[in-house]
């Protein structure tokens, strides 16, 4: 759905991106953590072609994206419901409805935008990305302001969009133990790619942990089961001997 290579991104004399490489495949979900300033919403928005990259190629073969943003600022004096907010981005009543009930907000249809709760209002922002029936669905911090609950039901929510729609999915957070659960594939990034693969294994990757600490990294061990099959640094599944020993 989209590739980035090499890119480079200064703004003044700051470096903001400095060869970053990403791709997003059909029904794949990307996530894409790091600290505060790591560039994270600037990758972003080269990718949505907002911003073109000092150096570097974007090749974005998806022809509808759909955006969820961190932030969306509606002046409160203006009246506007659900149903309106998703007519003005080009959705027909029927498709409104839709949007609504696969991201499990049907009965938001006629509530005022300004009475939503976090939550509800991320369903509706999702809804609205999907009016466009995405092949690429890009997610800035798509569960902020929202509790721990609803935080485990909106990434559901994504990935029953994912299954549905096919679509591949690029999705910022800086929460990292859910997002490390909810994904397919993870890229650090601090400026420049720290480390890439399956959660399990970026989770152990030295670069992950002097990032984040030791802590962050011995807190998500819960994800580091017994199973019958470890993952690669690309996150190839590896099978393991009956003794559990690997193969290759």
Same mark, same amino acid.
């Given at each position: 759905?989209?590739?980035?290579?090499?890119?480079?991104?200064?703004?003044?004399?700051?470096?903001?991106? @400095?060869?970053? +490489?990403?791709?997003?495949?059909?029904?794949?979900?990307?996530?894409?953590? /790091? %600290?505060?300033?790591?560039?994270?919403?600037?990758?972003?928005?080269? $990718?949505?072609?907002?911003?073109?990259?000092?150096?570097?190629? *974007?090749?974005?073969?998806?022809?509808?994206?759909?955006?969820?943003?961190? #932030?969306?600022?509606?002046?409160?004096?203006?009246?506007?419901?659900?149903?309106?907010?998703?007519?003005?981005?080009?959705? &027909?009543? =029927? &498709?409104?409805?839709?949007?609504l009930a696969a991201v499990g907000a049907a009965r938001l249809l006629d509530s005022p935008l300004h009475d939503l709760s976090g939550g509800e209002t991320r369903r509706v922002l999702l809804a609205r990305a999907l009016l466009r029936d995405p092949q690429l669905l890009v997610l800035d911090? %798509?569960?902020?302001?929202?509790?721990?609950?609803?935080? $485990?039901?909106?990434? =559901?929510?994504?990935?029953?969009?994912?299954?549905?729609?096919?679509? /591949?999915?690029?999705?910022? &957070?800086?929460?990292?133990?859910?997002?490390?659960?909810?994904?397919?594939?993870?890229?650090?990034?601090?400026?420049?790619?720290?480390?890439?693969?399956? %959660?399990?294994?970026?989770?152990?990757?030295?670069?992950?942990?002097?990032?984040?600490?030791?802590?962050?990294?011995?807190?998500?061990?819960?994800?580091?089961?017994?199973?019958?099959?470890? #993952? +690669? @640094?690309?996150?190839? $599944? *590896?099978?393991? +001997?009956?003794?559990?020993?690997?193969?290759?």
């Amino acid at each position: 759905m989209v590739e980035v290579a090499g890119v480079d991104v200064q703004f003044g004399a700051k470096a903001v991106l @400095s060869g970053v +490489d990403l791709a997003v495949h059909a029904g794949e979900v990307v996530s894409l953590i /790091g %600290p505060n300033g790591a560039g994270k919403t600037t990758l972003v928005r080269v $990718v949505l072609g907002l911003i073109a990259p000092d150096r570097g190629r *974007v090749n974005l073969t998806a022809t509808r994206i759909g955006y969820v943003p961190q #932030h969306l600022y509606i002046d409160p004096t203006l009246p506007l419901t659900v149903r309106r907010f998703l007519a003005l981005a080009g959705g &027909s009543a =029927e &498709s409104a409805r839709d949007a609504l009930a696969a991201v499990g907000a049907a009965r938001l249809l006629d509530s005022p935008l300004h009475d939503l709760s976090g939550g509800e209002t991320r369903r509706v922002l999702l809804a609205r990305a999907l009016l466009r029936d995405p092949q690429l669905l890009v997610l800035d911090e %798509p569960v902020q302001g929202v509790d721990i609950g609803g935080q $485990v039901e909106l990434y =559901e929510v994504i990935r029953r969009i994912r299954a549905r729609h096919g679509c /591949g999915v690029l999705m910022v &957070s800086h929460d990292l133990h859910l997002v490390m659960a909810a994904t397919d594939r993870v890229i650090c990034l601090n400026r420049h790619v720290c480390c890439v693969g399956h %959660p399990e294994t970026v989770s152990r990757d030295p670069n992950y942990v002097t990032l984040f600490g030791a802590r962050a990294a011995a807190n998500l061990a819960v994800y580091h089961h017994h199973h019958d099959h470890r #993952h +690669d @640094s690309s996150g190839e $599944v *590896v099978p393991l +001997d009956e003794d559990g020993s690997r193969h290759g």
